[in-house]
């Protein structure tokens, strides 16, 4: 029978689209399932056969519960703000929004030949004004908005200038960076300037001096995840860090609650650990070192305060403002050069490199709060500005990279741990006894650390503290292509844009790149200023705008609310949508957005939430993290200073440097079409080949599929060969989802053939081959045990065990010769989530209209998998000779009396008359001669 899928899947995409099949309802008496997938950005490169991998799952699972009777809303859209298109556009001069559009148009066409059941009407772009509309009002929403700590909630600004007003800051318990109390009479007093100055310290959206990536090579500011071993991710570029004023975000208002809302999800738990290790709760205390000769004090935040008197020197990041204050002239150069070697390395780095020890002393010394001791100050880049206060108390006997540093630069290392000698082992140890001070000699670790912070606090020197790893976000970025930060300046004081004047839409620029002082592109737009009664007006005109742009984050980070009501130009989502939707269900996406993307989406609910904007504090129910499909690279070897190559087998031969080839120049073989290598680069033209036995040969590695690699398999070549089905069905089969696992484009030919082996159960030849003939019990027991595995399997997201359940059951109902309507009605709607195109063919071929995708899905039914006879073996003298089924309610004397009058019994008694008859019901039959 001819498995005709091109036809299959064209046809059906077709009625899908022409009929809305997948479209989600506004509302419904039925239940509501959210299935979401994390939101693609649009490359020029497309899909790869690992991308869909995530998609084939959560559309399996959207498929199913239909099904089931659920109203299931299963959206698709693009993350189309980011880098790549802006860096195209700077190359060639071609607006971003022409670039992602057609990369949107090419991803587009491809998903929807994987059969996805996405409900399109629903398509949301980051880069859409109609979108960013509601991501600027959302910022204005954190811009007006304060962190009341006594309520744990964010209120409005308004409400905080009126307790200013009336009295102060007396009794205001806020998250903010301001230290210093003031009147209502001194706050009555200020200029608008003053106040706004002040009022930054507390907004959920604020300007601040901020240490950042910076890459001039780029023009931008970039994330933590932007930047590896001190270049810019895309391009290769060097990053250094850099001092600017930037708008951030108060995300760390929001620690606890973050920390928190973790034990209400259903995330694995690595997932959830990496969050808790990135905020990073820690309790401890803040105490304040005097600077000899000097007013200054510099604060640090130690979680073991006990180990105070084990101090031996102090060391500040290098970015901390005290640094340039306390350096003595002698020293300044030297500071100033380690600042500039520091500023070149990533935050990340600099956590990460445990190995390397570096650090400048800088002439100043501190005093010790309790004995007077003078400490010297130094500065090392192990230390962050943006942890902590930017400075460590070093006790080196306690604190590994402080006993490194010590030994390196030959400090003193006090002893802190009972024994009195330090030496290289004694230096982490935690549970040792406290030596140093009457009144914490002889405790344990917790009850010295809570009887030096009490100490701490009567003497004045500090106070204890809860202390997150948490930073605030970084939220500007000196880019083009990104949403228009919605801010205007009116005497250098940030003002916000009126909302009946947003979208504030991205200016026409006449290049992409900063202007040529350095500023960020939005500069060069020649109608970039801002009348609060018109709007955008005229350079010249009005008031400034805000030149910089939203990160790729923020779009991402409520997108899940907009699909829930996609039109509403009111507000970003409705009441009556989010009372019916509520949260995402299910979330499928990869590992690496765990302290990304998915944290700041967990602040911005939590933060909406407390607007009374949204019902939920956290946006997705349950998250899985799916896992890679990895690529078989194929390597040549190239002789090395030479542009010749030899076979895998002779490479001992000679001394070779692996090259990574184009794996479509290679067969499941390992055999490289050397004609068409030569025709992959221009410099392979002339290059010379040694075969072995007429074959050249590669050598083959699972790595990452990426388009470096040369490893990437394109999903339209596999839907061409074998169709989306076969695609769907083999990626499930690969392996569980949450698991990595090689693509091996040779194995696709097995599932292949069990859809042409399925799609004869039906068909014979051309003919539809039905019967309505009563199934008998094997026939049933094959399909509810099916049908049992099936919803156990999807319930539990472990796909790969299903399509092998479906290979097992077809199999049996082959052998069986099975075309009954009671079996292969129920096996086509069971199969439906897997293999979407075949089984609405099959399902019309069944005689039914209006598609499958609602039809319910079969319950299996326990009486078919009770097993009612069994198969018999006889034996003879122990050695089996036949079979015979036989019911299981039959009684020894009758199994016997059955058996020996076989007339296959009688031939192999030969005459003969058994010696016993030994019967085990339900095992075995034993003839002893």
Known sequence: MDYNFQEIEKKWQEYWAKNSSFKAEESSEKPKYYVLDMFPYPSGAGLHVGHPLGYIASDIVSRYKRHKGFNVLHPMGYDSFGLPAEQYAIQTGQHPAITTEENIKRYRQQLDQIGFSFDWSREVRTSDPNFYKWTQWIFLQLFNSWYDAAADSAKSIETLVQQFESKGSEGINAVTSNEEGFTAEAWNALSDIQKEEILQKYRLAYRAESTVNWCPALGTVLANDEVKDGLSERGGHPVVQKKMMQWSLRITAYAQRLLDGLNEIDWSESLKES??????????????????????????????PDTIFGVSFMVLAPENPLVDEITTEAYRSSVDKYKVQAAKKSERDRLADVKTVSGQFTGAYAVHPFSGKELPIWIGDYVLASYGTGAVMSVPAHDSRDYAFAKYFDLPILPVVEGGDVSKESYDAKEGKVINSDFLNGLDVKEAVAKAIAKIEEEGLGKGKVNFRLRDAIFGRQRYWGEPIPVYYKDGVPHSVKQEHLPLELPQVDAYLP????????????????DPEKGVVANGEGYPLEQTTMPGWAGSSWYDLRYMDPFNTDAPVSEKADDYWQNVDLYIGGSEHATGHLLYTRFWHKFLKDQGIISQNEPFKKLINQGMILGTSAFAYRVEGQN??????????????PVHVDVNTVNASDEMDVDAFKLWRDDLAGAEFVSENGKFLVGREVEKMSKSKYNVVNPDDIIEQYGADTLRMYEMFLGPLEQSKPWNTAGITGVHGFLKKLTRLYKNEADWNISDEKADDKELKALHVLIKKVNEDIEAFSFNTSVSAFMICVNELGA??????????????????????????????????????????????????TENSFEYPVAFNGKMRFKEELSLEMAKDAVEKHIMGLEKTATYLDGKSPKKVIVVPGKIVNIVM
């Open 275 to 304: 969050q808790r290790n990135w905020i990073g709760r820690s309790e401890g205390a803040s105490v304040h070192f005097a600077l000899k000769d000097r007013e200054e004090k510099i604060e640090v935040f130690t979680t073991r």
């Open 515 to 530: 202007t040529e002082d350095g500023e960020p592109p939005l500069a060069r737009g020649q109608n970039w200023n801002y």
């Open 644 to 657: 010749k190559f030899v076979s895998r087998g002779l490479r001992k031969d000679y001394k070779t440097v």
């Open 816 to 865: 069986l010769k099975c075309n009954k309507l009671e079996i292969l009605e129920p096996l086509a709607v069971l199969i439906s989530p897997f293999a979407p195109h075949l089984a609405e063919e099959l399902w019309t071929g069944l005689g039914h209209e209006g598609g499958i995708s609602v039809v319910p899905f079969p319950i299996h039914n326990e009486d078919y998998l």
